[in-house]
């Protein structure tokens, strides 16, 4: 039977927890073995767990610290790179068992804020390496009281961007949630036509 987790928790969540001093690094919690049944970005894909008492347990996994180029966006619009993206997901966890730890909720939906682990390896750190995805951190000047794992992740950024790895090919990429807030806004002048 499957059981299809609801959850729902503002993204001020994420930046609280990243701004809070005291983390030295992800807070331990509880590790689910999980099959990645689908990729839906560079930064976000569907698990399916054994969850206690011997449920199935499918949910999205909104990986941790990083965001990737919009692969999709209203079913239509893509932003550049967010297929690469997509893809390099794709070869690095589709089909695979990956260690799920969830951390919260992410906006109102039913996705999970997730650290996401293959083989021991840190998959949004692995992402953030190739150069597609961004670390989702609150502001620069927050940078000293973040967690370890953002620092370490905003380091890898640092190396891909010289690198010109992945989307830092471009010399000023957009972030993608620069790219959907412009296009919301431009839908929002459709409408009040």
Request: charged content about 30%; hydrophobic content about 40%; aromatic content about 10%.
């Amino acid at each position: 039977m499957k059981l299809y987790l609801s959850m729902s928790l503002v993204f001020t969540i994420l930046f609280s927890f990243m701004a809070t001093s005291s983390f030295a690094q992800k807070p331990e919690k509880e590790v689910l073995r999980a099959k990645v049944v689908e990729v839906m970005s560079g930064s976000s894909i569907r698990v399916k767990a054994l969850a206690p008492e011997n449920k199935t347990v499918e949910f999205i996994c909104m990986i941790l610290g990083i965001d990737a180029p919009v692969f999709l966006y209203n079913g239509a619009i893509k932003q550049p790179y967010g297929g690469e993206s997509k893809k390099e997901m794709e070869v690095m966890v589709m089909g695979q068992e990956v260690e799920v730890t969830m951390h919260g909720h992410f906006f109102h939906s039913a996705d999970g804020l997730c650290s996401v682990h293959k083989d021991g390896r840190d998959v949004g750190l692995e992402m953030i390496k190739k150069g597609y995805a961004w670390v989702m951190m609150g502001s620069e000047e927050d940078e000293k009281k973040l967690p370890l794992f953002l620092k370490e992740y905003i380091k890898a950024q640092k190396e891909a961007r010289a690198k010109k790895a992945g989307l830092w090919k471009d010399q000023d990429p957009t972030p993608p949630w620069r790219f959907r807030k412009t296009i919301r806004e431009k839908e929002k002048e459709l409408f009040k036509r």
